[in-house]
Structures are given as C-alpha cells and as structure tokens.
C-alpha cells in the first residue's frame, strides 16, 4: 500500500512570495489533513477535509492561507505571501475512518527568508 | 479546550533498560489518547491509541502505554530499549464528541545510547 505522498520535499522562498505544497493521500482515504509543524513544536491542524469539504479550518490563517481538495482526491495548500514565521514543516495526512488512526507523510520543509 | 503536556523535552536512557516517556492530559470527559513517533526526516508513525477499556494498550515496535485516570497520564513504556529507538515522540488526545481534531504536545526526544 502506497503511503501519503507530499511535494516538494524542501521549499526555500524570500518573505512575501507565495509557495503551494501537494498532497496525495493513501488511495481510499476520505479524510484529508493538513498540519504545521514549527521547530521545537508539536504539529498544529490547519485544516481538515472530509471528501471535498471542509470539516474544520479554524486554526487556518485565512488571510494568507488557502487549501482546496478538489475531487476529494489530492490537495493543494497555498500561502500568499508568506512571512517569516511560516517557517515549519507542512504534513499532510490522511485517514480511512476518523481520526483515530492517521497516516502522515514525510511532511514540506519550508524556509521562509 | 483539552490538551497534553509532555514534562521532558529529552529522555536519555542506555539501551537494555526500560523506558519511560511522559504524558499527561487535560479534557473534559473521557479522552481518546495517543502516541506518534517521528524519525529523521519523516512523517509522524502511529504507535498506539487508547479509547477504552483495558488501562494498558499495546502498540507497535514493542512499546505500550498505560492509562491512569486519577492522574491524568498516558506514559509512553518499553521494557528494553533499542538504539533504533531513539526519535521525537508525540503524545496526542481528542475529545470524543468534538470534532476530528488531535491536539498534539511539543515532543520528547529520546535517546537510546548503546
């Protein structure tokens, strides 16, 4: 079984330019989850989709943040423009039933100059 | 709002010996805990999870946890410790009835020295 897919790997940016980060999850999954992890940190829900819709984006930063998972599929998730404390890994993660059981990938470094 | 402290950043411990990482919660009702576990330079591993029942939940890789109401703690145990061991360890909880959200702690590192 093929686990979640994330690209790009490592994304080095300057401060108020946009970057977006993929996500394939595990072929099945219905729900989808984005997290922020900052170093020294424990990741941090962004955003969560059930199918295409979202379920919770309550700790997303709207104003710069976006994410879509069109055909409840894959899932795209966007920061414009980015700042310096946007520094973090991004994980993506995906679940067959709840959230009881999630499978993570290997996460966006992303480096915001 | 729930949440979990996890008391150590670091946990050092020679291998052969058994382990300990600490986790402690804070929620209204009957929580849904669990551990992750985060190696170099991949994703979070699920490790194991309590919902209910038996106090003492078996995971993977030999590690088990034990739940303990009165003090609120869901320790992260295993007998004998292998080098292979050492990585970030997470402790999570949900709320049951809330929504799908896993509030994580800030990590332990453990390492297991030879």
């Known amino acids: 079984e093929a686990g979640v897919a994330q690209s790009p790997r490592y994304k080095i940016i300057e401060k108020r330019q946009s970057v977006a980060f993929w996500c394939n999850p595990i072929s099945g999954h219905a729900t989808l989850y984005w997290y922020q992890q900052i170093l020294g940190q424990g990741p941090k829900l962004l955003i969560q989709?059930?199918?295409?819709?979202?379920?919770?984006d309550s700790q997303l930063p709207k104003d710069r943040f976006s994410a879509e998972r069109l055909k409840g599929v894959d899932s795209t998730l966007k920061i414009q423009p980015a700042k310096l404390e946007d520094s973090a890994v991004y994980l993506c993660a995906s679940s067959l039933n709840g959230p009881d059981t999630q499978y993570f990938g290997p996460g966006t470094r992303l480096t915001v100059l | 709002a729930q949440s979990v402290a996890q008391p150590e950043d670091q946990v050092n411990v020679a291998e052969g010996n058994p382990l300990t990482v600490k986790c402690t919660y804070s929620v209204s009702g009957n929580p849904y805990l669990f551990w992750y576990v985060q190696y170099p330079n991949r994703g979070l591993q699920f490790l194991l999870k309590?919902?209910?029942?038996?106090?003492l939940v078996k995971g993977s890789y030999g590690f088990e946890a034990e739940f303990n109401k009165s003090q609120t703690s869901f320790h992260l145990k295993k007998p004998s410790a292998l080098v292979s061991d050492s990585a970030l360890y997470f402790c999570?909880?949900?709320?049951?009835?809330?929504?799908?959200?896993?509030?994580f702690g800030t990590g332990t590192r453990l390492q297991v020295f030879p």
């Open positions: 999570a909880v949900r709320e049951p009835g809330n929504t799908d959200k896993l509030i």
């Open positions: 989709f059930q199918n295409n819709g979202v379920v919770d």
């Open positions: 309590y919902i209910t029942g038996d106090n």
